[in-house]
C-alpha cells in the first residue's frame, strides 16, 4: 500500500469521525496526517520498517501504529470497526457537491436518512427545505447532484483507470509467454472518464496468459474466464477485460479494440470503398490477408497517415489523414514551463521557492504563480498588501535563481457583472492574470456568456480559466455560449486555458479543434496547489492531443526569453 493510499484512508478515517460527530480537533488530526503522507519524501515503508514514520511531525506513536498496520497488513482494524458504527450509505452521500460531514450528519440524525435513495425521495417529499442549514436551493441542488451521481455511475476518471492499466501492463510484460502487449479502448484514446480498461496481448499460451491475468493480486473478483477473452474486477469497482491474439493478428485487434466505434466505422467505409475488407482478424482482400506487422502498416496500406489513437473519434480525423493533414501533435517534453500555480499566500500547500525548485527538477524554466484574488475570501484571496509582498518575495527569487523565471500572477474571479478583482492599477502590477468563474453558475446562457466576454474584453485579462466550469462526473458546465466566448477571445488575444486537473479537464477537447480554427491559442495549466498537482500537466497534454493541437498553438511552449517577450516582462 502507497502512501497515496494510506493518505486517503486516513482522510477517510477523518471523514467517518465527523460523520459521528467526533469533536472535530480529532478528525483534523487525521486530516492533517492524511496531508503530510501524501507529502511525504521519504518511502513510507522504510520509515516503518525502521520505527521512524513517529518522528514524522503530526504523526505521532499512535498513528505511527495505524499506518504501519496498514503497510503491512493492507487492512486497519480501527477503520473496519469505525465503519460498523454509522449506515455504510451514509459516506457515499458526501459524493453529491455541496454536502459535507456536517451537512450528512445532520440529515442522518434529524431525518433518518441513510442512504442516496432515502435522500432523493425525501428532497422529492421538500423535507430538506425546512431543515437547519438547507432551504430551497440548497435542496434543489442536491437533487440535481443526485440525478448527476446516477448519470455518471459506472465512469471513472482517466487517472485512476490509467495508474490501474500501466500496473497490469507492466505485470504481464515481465512474462516470456507475452510478445506483445498495450492498453486500448478510450483508456488509450486518453479520454476524460472511462468505464472500464482493455488489455490486448499477443501470445502463443493464451491459458497462461489468463492465469496470470486473473491471478494479479489487484483482482477482487474473477467476472469471467476463457481462453481468449477474461474479465476482473477491481476492489474499486472497476472492470479489466484481457483480450488475447496471435501475433499476426495483434495490430488488427489492436486498432479496432482502441476505437472509437465511429472511427472504426469510418475506416471499415473507407476499406471497402478500396474492396478491402476490414475487421479485428485483418485486412482482406478476397480471402488472403494483407500482412501488417503495426499498426502504422495498417494506415499505410490505405496510402494514409498515421492516425494517433487521440484522434480517433472519427472527427475528421480519416479525411486528414488521406490528405496528408495530420498534425504533428504536442508532446508532454514541449512544455516548457506551467501558469495556473497556487502557493501558500492563497490555499495551496507549498511555498513559492519550493514550487520553483521542483519545476527546476521537472525540466520547466518559468512558472507563473497565480493566487486567488481577494473576492475568492474562502480561499485565502490575496488582499493589495499581500500581492506586494508577494511580488517582493518573486523578485527576491528571481534574483537567487537567475536561469530560472517567476512570473507574478493572480486567478482573478469574474463577478457576476463581468467585472474583475482590483483596480487597474493593481491589475498593471501583474506580469499576467487569469480570470475565472468561481460563483453565480447557475446564470442563463444570454446573462453566463455576456459576463465572461466582458471580463475577456479587460485589457488586463490574458487567459480565461476553466472555460465552461465544469468538475467532471459530479457538475455539468455552466451554460454559456463558446462560439461567442472563443470568437471574442480571439479577437482580444485571449488566452483560453486547458486545466489540466483531472476533475475538470477544461477546456473540453471536443471544442479545442475549433477554437484552433478559429484563430485561438492556449495555454495548459495544472491548477495545481500542491508539488504533486503539478504533474497533472500530462493530462492536460492528453486534451490538447485529442484536440488536433501542436507546440505552436499553446503558449506555454515557448521558451523563457520567448515567454518574457509575449508578456513583455
Not at 475488407?277 to 482482406?284: D, H, R, T, V
Not at 507563473?368 to 523578485?395: C, M, N, P, W
Not at 480559466?465 to 455560449?481: A, C, D, V, Y
Request: hydrophobic share 35%.
Amino acid at each position: 500500500m502507497d502512501k497515496y493510499q494510506i493518505s486517503k484512508i486516513l482522510n477517510e478515517i477523518g471523514v467517518l469521525m465527523e460523520i459521528k460527530g467526533e469533536v472535530f480537533f480529532k478528525s483534523k488530526a487525521y486530516y492533517d496526517a492524511a496531508r503530510t503522507i501524501e507529502f511525504l519524501e521519504e518511502d513510507i515503508e522504510i520509515l516503518v520498517r525502521e520505527n521512524r514514520l513517529k518522528e514524522v511531525k503530526g504523526i505521532g506513536e499512535a498513528l505511527s501504529q495505524k499506518v504501519g498496520e496498514l503497510v503491512t497488513t493492507g487492512r486497519l482494524q480501527y477503520l473496519e470497526d469505525l465503519k460498523g458504527t454509522i449506515p455504510e450509505g451514509l459516506p457515499e452521500m458526501l459524493k453529491i457537491p455541496g454536502l459535507g460531514p456536517k451537512k450528512v450528519k445532520s440529515i442522518y440524525e434529524k431525518l433518518g436518512i441513510t442512504n442516496i435513495g432515502e435522500l432523493k425521495y425525501a428532497c422529492l417529499e421538500n423535507r430538506l427545505i425546512k431543515l437547519s442549514g438547507f432551504g430551497e436551493k440548497t435542496q434543489a441542488k442536491v437533487l440535481e447532484g443526485i440525478e448527476n451521481l446516477n448519470k455518471y455511475a459506472g465512469q471513472y476518471h482517466f487517472p485512476i483507470a490509467w495508474n490501474f492499466s500501466r500496473e497490469f501492463i507492466a505485470f504481464l510484460e515481465k512474462s516470456s509467454d507475452v510478445k506483445r502487449c498495450s492498453i486500448g479502448g478510450s483508456l488509450r484514446r486518453k479520454k476524460e472518464t472511462i468505464k472500464d480498461i482493455d488489455i490486448l496481448v499477443s501470445s502463443d499460451e493464451p491459458v497462461k496468459v489468463m492465469d496470470l491475468f486473473t491471478g494479479h493480486s489487484l483482482v477482487h473478483k474473477v467476472v469471467a474466464k476463457g481462453d481468449t477473452k477474461s474479465s476482473v474486477m477491481l476492489q474499486c469497482g472497476i472492470n479489466v477485460d484481457l483480450r488475447v491474439v496471435s501475433d499476426e493478428e495483434y495490430p488488427f485487434a489492436l486498432h479496432h479494440f482502441t476505437g472509437s466505434k465511429e472511427h472504426n466505422t469510418r475506416m471499415r467505409h473507407m476499406a471497402k470503398q478500396q474492396g478491402i475488407k476490414m475487421n479485428e482478424y485483418g485486412l482482406f482482400k478476397g480471402d488472403e490477408r494483407i500482412p501488417c506487422n503495426t499498426e502504422e502498416e495498417i494506415f499505410e496500406v490505405f496510402g494514409m497517415q498515421f492516425i494517433p489513437p487521440e484522434m480517433r473519434e472519427n472527427n475528421g480525423e480519416v479525411e486528414a489523414a488521406i490528405e496528408g493533414r495530420i498534425p504533428e501533435l504536442l508532446k508532454e517534453h514541449e512544455v516548457k514551463g506551467i501558469f495556473h500555480v497556487h502557493s501558500q499566500y492563497s490555499d495551496g500547500s507549498n511555498s513559492i521557492e519550493e514550487l520553483a525548485k521542483a519545476c527546476i527538477e521537472q525540466g520547466y524554466s518559468y512558472l507563473g504563480i497565480s493566487d486567488h484574488s481577494q473576492t475568492a475570501f474562502y480561499a485565502g484571496g490575496l488582499k493589495v498588501d499581500e500581492i506586494k509582498r508577494q511580488h517582493e518575495e518573486i523578485e527576491l527569487l528571481n534574483r537567487k535563481y537567475p536561469d530560472f523565471l517567476i512570473l507574478k500572477g493572480i486567478e482573478l474571479d469574474i463577478l457576476p457583472d463581468g467585472s474583475v478583482d482590483y483596480n487597474d492599477e493593481v491589475l498593471s502590477w501583474f506580469d499576467f492574470t487569469i480570470a475565472s468563474v468561481h460563483s453565480s453558475f447557475g446564470m442563463d446562457e444570454d446573462k453566463m456568456t455576456e459576463r465572461v466576454i466582458r471580463a475577456i474584453r479587460n485589457k488586463y485579462v490574458r487567459i480565461l480559466g476553466h472555460p465552461t466550469g465544469r468538475l467532471i462526473l459530479s457538475r455539468e458546465p455552466f451554460k454559456i455560449n463558446m462560439n461567442e466566448i472563443i470568437k471574442t477571445a480571439a479577437e482580444e488575444g485571449v488566452l483560453l486555458e486547458i486545466n489540466a486537473n483531472p476533475y475538470r479537464l477544461d477546456l473540453d477537447w471536443r471544442l479545442c479543434k475549433g477554437a484552433k480554427e478559429a484563430g485561438c491559442r492556449f495555454v495548459i495549466s495544472p491548477d495545481a496547489h500542491s508539488l504533486e498537482g503539478m504533474k497533472d500537466v500530462q493530462y492536460g497534454v492528453n486534451i490538447a492531443r485529442k484536440g488536433w493541437l501542436t507546440k505552436e498553438d499553446v503558449v506555454n511552449c515557448l521558451s523563457k526569453e520567448e515567454i518574457r517577450k509575449y508578456y513583455a516582462i
